[in-house]
């Protein structure tokens, strides 16, 4: 099993800048890849970021440029580093963390609010 501790979020001006982490503690050998997905009111699930064990990064076409995620592998740790706000950007961010695909694990932080201001 993993868990995952998210932090940061909150309230910010369009234009600003905000840092999330998300910290993975348990089994945390079995992560392939962990990620940050988001979903506004109304809306699916979409991916913001994803890093794989290897390095390679993936991003949602609406953050490139604008968001880095990036990890701390001593601390079992991710950050997501969002620059340029922009009010389409409120939702509620989630990370997640996944095994291999044969196994399907996945799993997933509670969530936290994420709210841009016009």
């Known amino acids: 099993q993993v868990q995952l501790v998210e932090s940061g979020g909150g309230l910010v001006e369009a234009g600003g800048s905000m840092n999330l982490s998300c910290a993975a503690s348990?089994?945390?050998?079995?992560?392939?890849?962990m990620g940050w997905y988001r979903q506004a009111p109304g809306n699916r699930q979409k991916l913001v970021a994803s890093i794989r064990i290897d390095g390679k990064t993936d991003y949602g076409d609406s953050v490139k440029g604008r968001f880095t995620i990036s990890r701390d592998d001593a601390k079992n740790t991710i950050y997501l580093q969002m620059n340029n706000l922009k009010k389409e950007d409120t939702a509620v961010y989630s990370c997640g963390a996944w095994g291999t695909s044969h196994s399907g694990d996945e799993y997933w932080g509670q969530g936290t609010q994420v709210t841009v201001s016009s």
């Open positions: 348990g089994t945390v050998s079995i992560i392939t890849a």
